[in-house]
């Protein structure tokens, strides 16, 4: 029994090639992925695993004693992710590879290519957790989300109403451009924390902790979100930084419902079509996880998880699969539709700024010597 003791969940994901162009997942990548993480949880490296998707993303969810960071658990990750590339490369899927960006592995898939959301928690007696999988999107795309779960009263009614929560909750905010963090305390400083991660392309939520008091440790994560930068690793554009993200539930912490409620609002995000343009984050289940229109609008998946006391994973439950979120999808589809409209302009397509890390950069620069001063 693990009640009481340290567990840690870890959502490590990769884009490694799919099938057709930026669509789904070939379902033998998912069956090589299950296979490696099968043998490592019969030789005790990992308690408990399941392999999902969204979009063309591969996503392995796992339960461990090892910590976060964990070479073992990373390179267990890495292996798969190999091993399925070399299928991808196989069946020619689109990109195979396309996340893994650098050959050796040494000690971390971190700077890597892949997405690591992770977590070491204080196993409490029922443990309910939600994984979250976006694609087609960036990390900045959990901002609205996760703020509205810890910090909105109008979203969280625990916030008002449950002493347990009404003390609120401390967010962890990064800032990507200049790699450095800052914490930040709610509800005292809700309008500074809103300040910052409101510009979602630099300011990220990375963490959520609970406040002194709280019967979780003030130093123990209750969210997570993965951050990793695409275009810092590779120093060009090989795709977006699709994020995943964990959040806890229940005992002090948002009702499940109250974790969901953010996404009945389809929020614009970037890293549509070729990561370079704004549209509706699409709740969806897993199986209508396949971005397709102009090569989304993007999605997000949440799965509904309860870790056992002996640390097994209880589920997946594919919890936008209830008509409750037909309103939220078909929103997301008129906002697509309007956004389509634009084509080429802003704000549909990213601001200048952000094109950087895009192909647009190699346009430009072949008109770059037609300019001539005015004046
Ligand atoms: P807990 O305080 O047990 O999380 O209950 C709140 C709740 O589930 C209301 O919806
Ligand atoms: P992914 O980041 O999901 O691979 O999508 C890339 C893309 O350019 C889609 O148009
Ligand atoms: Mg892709
Ligand atoms: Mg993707």
Redesign the pocket.
Known sequence: MLVGEKVTLSVIKADIGGWPGHSRVHPQLVETAEEILGRARGEGTIIDFYVATCGDDLQLIMTHKKGVDSPEVHGLAWDAFKAATEVAKELGLYGAGQDLLRDAFSGNVRGMGPGVAEMEITLRKSEPVVTFHMDKTEPGAFNLPIFRMFADPFNTA?LVI?P?MHMGFRFEVWDILKHRRVILNTPEELYDLLALIGAKSRYVIKRVYPKEGHSISKDEPVAVVSTEKLYEVAGEYVGKDDPVAIVR?????P????VLEPFAFPHLVSGWMRGSHNGPVMPVPMHQANPTRFDGPPRVVALGWQISPRGELVGPVDLFDDPAFDHARRKAVEIAEYMRRHGPFEPHRLPMEEMEYTTLPGVLERLEERFEDIE
């Open positions: 625990g449950d347990k539930a229940q005992g002090g912490l009702a499940l419902g109250e």
